[in-house]
């Protein structure tokens, strides 16, 4: 869509104007008032949608999103997923298989965190049905041990991932073996611990593409 049909659309929904983003979360947001001009900033890829943006008029005047431009925000996201995992699943290696949560601790506890003591890791509770969040996995201070999400148990999970996982959580009980009083649990330095993870930007970025999935598993 041309700058000049930007214009029109703008003038026919109401806003002084509408400029394009290319945000990952926040794909339409509003500002200014009436008095001062109505900004709209618009995803770039809603360009392909033209009748949804027809019903920025109504979103303007309740904040209320119409069926069609919340269909379109969604196909916008779920486009935007599929890029980031085509990006990077080539390279990360799926588990194809069961998870064996008991190995791949030692593994991980044995290479980066001999010095540490072995504390249990186990299953936590499984909750059914898609979810608005998740936890992936948890240390416990009280009794020191770890517990996995059940969701991170498919075969299409990144195994470098699982890896990044446990070895954060064993991050915590590193912290927890040497404290500090009035340390946040993401304190300096634990993230510095967190970062000596091989490929640990391969990892957060795959947590990030895949998220969405685990929440509709």
Request: overall charge positive.
């Amino acid at each position: 869509m041309a700058d000049l049909d930007l214009r029109a659309l703008a003038t026919r929904i109401g806003a002084s104007e509408i400029r394009l983003n290319d945000n990952t979360k926040t794909l339409l947001s509003l500002r200014g008032t009436p008095r001062t001009g109505l900004r709209i900033s618009l995803h770039h890829q809603l360009l392909q949608h033209p009748d949804a943006l027809e019903d920025l008029r109504l979103w303007i005047q309740g904040r209320t999103v119409s069926p069609r431009l919340r269909s379109a925000i969604d196909q916008v996201f779920v486009s935007m997923k599929e890029t980031q995992r085509a990006t990077i699943a080539p390279v990360l290696e799926p588990l194809n298989g069961p998870l064996d949560l008991q190995a791949t601790y030692r593994r991980i506890h044995d290479t980066w965190f001999s010095h540490l003591p072995i504390i249990p890791i186990g299953w936590a509770r499984e909750r059914s049905g898609r979810l608005r969040h998740i936890r992936f996995a948890a240390f416990h201070r009280v009794g020191a041990r770890i517990s996995v999400n059940p969701r991170v148990d498919q075969p299409w999970v990144a195994r470098l991932w699982v890896d990044f996982l446990i070895f954060h959580e064993i991050c915590h009980h590193a912290q927890a073996c040497r404290p500090i009083p009035g340390e946040t649990p993401h304190s300096a330095r634990f993230k510095s611990w967190e970062r000596r993870f091989p490929q640990w930007e391969q990892a957060v970025a795959w947590e990030k593409a895949h998220v969405d999935r685990f929440l509709s598993a």
